[in-house]
């Protein structure tokens, strides 16, 4: 997160700096030797918010937008309001870590359960695209784990197929605790949720909501094959 602010910070710097100039000649050098910076700190800063799930409050993607806007402006205070009131909700928000944060209380067993305490650390510090990716891998590795328990405690031996196939040990589970139903949609939400987290270790763009949604999923998952054990 303070690498977050700390671009935000040289961001407003350089916008402050530059409504500053009222020479042509002054503003035109200003903007020609600061414009690669002002561009590479908006987009590493909007990635970042993006990752955050929280939209970015800078519409001007490089300075001569910025100028745009500026030179409509006649007093420097309204040109610094802009700023402010742009940036210091987000500095406030940001410095106080007052993003929404995961907790998990469910238990399933004491293997999984180490795994599963690894979704909120991961998810509730500070992170990069890499973390979230992580995040769709330790969801899919419970899964894994999950199929594995399945597959030596409680499904029949004669059972043949990969310990770690979440989605065939599972169909097998309903099979053997709830026959004569084919119950498509609980079979569909195995898939599901297995897709999801194979699709959260690969994107290359992950955002929190979809990480989110992608633990949320697995923990509601777990309880579910929970349920249909104690049968």
Same mark, same amino acid.
């Given at each position: 997160m303070d690498n977050l602010l700390n671009d935000i910070k040289v961001l407003k710097s350089i916008m402050m700096t530059a409504y500053r100039k009222t020479l042509n000649h002054e503003?035109?050098?200003?903007?020609? $030797?600061n414009a690669d910076k002002y561009k590479e700190n908006y987009l590493k800063i909007d990635n970042e918010l993006k990752i955050l799930g929280i939209k970015n409050p800078n519409p001007y993607m490089n300075l001569d937008m910025w100028?745009?806007?500026?030179?409509?402006?006649e007093t420097y205070e309204e040109?610094?309001?802009?700023?402010i009131s742009m940036y210091?909700?987000?500095?406030?928000?940001?410095?106080?870590? !007052?993003?929404?944060?995961?907790?998990? $209380?469910?238990?399933? !067993?004491?293997?999984?359960?180490?795994?599963?305490?690894?979704?909120?650390?991961?998810? !509730?510090?500070?992170f990069s695209t890499g973390d979230l990716n992580r995040i769709g891998l330790t969801c899919r590795g419970i899964? $894994?784990?999950?199929?594995?328990?399945?597959?030596?405690n409680i499904l029949d031996t004669s059972y043949s197929q990969s310990p770690k196939d979440i989605k065939s040990s599972f169909e097998k589970l309903i099979s053997e605790k709830i026959p004569g139903k084919t119950n498509e949609e609980l079979r569909k939400y195995a898939k599901g949720t297995n897709d999801l987290a194979n699709a959260l270790t690969h994107k290359t763009t992950p955002d929190k909501l979809t990480t989110k949604i992608c633990i949320n999923a697995t923990i509601c998952l777990l309880k579910v094959i929970e349920e249909i054990i104690n049968i």
């Open positions: 503003k035109s050098r200003f903007i020609r $030797e100028e745009g806007c500026w030179r409509e402006k040109r610094k309001h802009i700023v210091d909700e987000l500095i406030t928000r940001l410095s106080n870590n !007052n993003i929404e944060k995961v907790e998990i $209380e469910y238990k399933f !067993n004491k293997d999984i359960d180490s795994e599963i305490q690894k979704l909120p650390e991961l998810f !509730n510090t500070d899964l $894994e784990k999950v199929s594995m328990y399945l597959v030596e």
